[in-house]
């Protein structure tokens, strides 16, 4: 069975873990902070842990990122997408009308991760304006928080499976703003997994280092993609934070890491004076596709 950590029960990222190992027997270690959920696998005390890394409205999970980067060395082994489908969930009783609908102008506080809370700005500001916003470490701590602090007028945003796991209402279902809101999960851990469905492709995740006063770096590690006709999916500066205007370039590109290609183009980066890292290549699965 394999010992997967993830953050609290009825979050999102508990959600998509069921959903990528659909019917196989799981043993979940669940966490407050996304910070325990990376040391749990690079102390060894699982085998893998369950990282949001992007979004399709809000974009990359950027804290997330620099950990892989910075705080630990583990590969990313598997890439899957799924829904972030949002909910507003309370003390129904606090908010009902007398005809039985909710009056959500009674909200003082909406709690939530501070990802998902941006996502569902038209309902916010359309039902609840003067609410208060505040962020925590995950959808299901928002849920729970508020279990435990009724008659103050608080709701979360979060999943239907913390909402039950809570026992509270379900007062607005599928509130964000988009209808496509996905969030991309990766699983990182120190050995391959095994999962029992069809892979939608293969991706290998790099992060190159461009040499320091050398015009035109970026441009020349691009073109060692482009001719070559490799596909990239992501290409993203973040700060180095060793000093101002250094960056490090993630770079997504659809291939094996030992395909002929993608060996050549990184050792042709790395004759520039170009340091490139592997952060992991894995096999990406979609959604809904179960096959």
Same mark, same amino acid.
């Given at each position: 069975?394999?010992?997967?950590?993830?953050?609290?029960?009825?979050?999102?990222?508990?959600?998509?873990?069921?959903?990528?190992?659909?019917?196989?027997?799981?043993?979940? /270690?669940?966490?407050? *902070? !996304?910070? @325990? $959920?990376?040391? +749990?696998? &690079?102390?060894?005390?699982?085998?893998?842990?369950?990282?949001?890394?992007?979004?399709?409205?809000?974009?990359?999970?950027?804290?997330?990122? &620099?950990?892989?980067?910075?705080?630990?060395?583990?590969?990313?082994?598997?890439?899957?997408?799924?829904?972030?489908?949002?909910?507003?969930?309370?003390?129904?009783?606090?908010?009902?009308?007398?005809?039985?609908?909710?009056?959500?102008? /009674? !909200?003082?506080?909406?709690? #939530?991760?501070?990802?998902?809370?941006?996502?569902?700005?038209?309902?916010?500001?359309?039902? #609840?304006?003067?609410?208060?916003?505040?962020?925590?470490?995950?959808? +299901?701590?928002?849920?729970?928080?508020?279990?435990?602090?009724?008659?103050?007028?608080?709701?979360?945003?979060?999943?239907?499976?913390?909402?039950?796991?809570?026992?509270?209402?379900?007062?607005?279902?599928?509130?964000? @703003?988009?209808?496509?809101?996905?969030t991309r999960?990766?699983?990182?851990?120190?050995?391959?997994v095994s999962?029992?469905?069809?892979?939608?492709?293969?991706?290998?995740?790099?992060? $190159?280092?461009?040499? %320091?006063?050398?015009?035109?770096?970026?441009?020349?590690?691009? #073109?060692?993609?482009?001719?070559?006709?490799?596909? *990239?999916?992501?290409?993203?500066?973040?700060?180095t934070k /060793?000093?101002?205007?250094?960056?490090?370039?993630?770079? @997504?590109?659809?291939?094996?890491? @030992?395909?002929? *290609?993608?060996?050549?183009?990184? +050792? %042709?980066? %790395?004759? *520039?004076?170009?340091?490139?890292?592997?952060?992991?290549?894995?096999?990406?699965?979609?959604?809904?596709?179960?096959?």
């Amino acid at each position: 069975m394999k010992r997967i950590a993830v953050l609290p029960e009825g979050s999102v990222s508990h959600e998509a873990i069921e959903f990528l190992f659909e019917g196989e027997p799981l043993d979940l /270690k669940h966490f407050k *902070l !996304i910070s @325990d $959920v990376f040391r +749990a696998v &690079d102390s060894g005390s699982v085998q893998y842990s369950v990282i949001p890394i992007e979004n399709t409205i809000e974009g990359s999970v950027s804290l997330h990122m &620099d950990w892989l980067v910075n705080e630990v060395d583990i590969p990313m082994q598997a890439e899957w997408v799924y829904p972030s489908i949002q909910n507003i969930i309370g003390h129904g009783s606090e908010f009902l009308r007398q005809d039985g609908t909710y009056d959500f102008s /009674k !909200i003082t506080k909406i709690m #939530s991760h501070p990802v998902a809370i941006p996502q569902c700005q038209n309902f916010i500001r359309q039902h #609840s304006p003067d609410a208060n916003l505040e962020g925590v470490n995950s959808t +299901a701590e928002a849920v729970e928080i508020v279990k435990k602090n009724p008659g103050n007028g608080w709701v979360a945003i979060g999943t239907k499976l913390a909402a039950r796991k809570h026992g509270l209402d379900i007062m607005a279902e599928r509130v964000t @703003d988009h209808d496509n809101n996905y969030t991309r999960f990766v699983l990182i851990g120190h050995e391959p997994v095994s999962i029992p469905r069809k892979a939608a492709h293969v991706k290998t995740s790099l992060l $190159v280092t461009l040499p %320091e006063d050398a015009p035109g770096a970026l441009h020349q590690v691009l #073109s060692a993609f482009a001719w070559r006709k490799l596909n *990239l999916t992501r290409l993203e500066s973040r700060p180095t934070k /060793k000093r101002l205007g250094s960056y490090y370039f993630y770079i @997504d590109v659809v291939e094996t890491v @030992d395909s002929v *290609l993608l060996t050549a183009a990184m +050792a %042709e980066i %790395e004759a *520039l004076n170009c340091q490139v890292r592997v952060l992991g290549s894995y096999p990406c699965f979609t959604y809904p596709s179960r096959s």
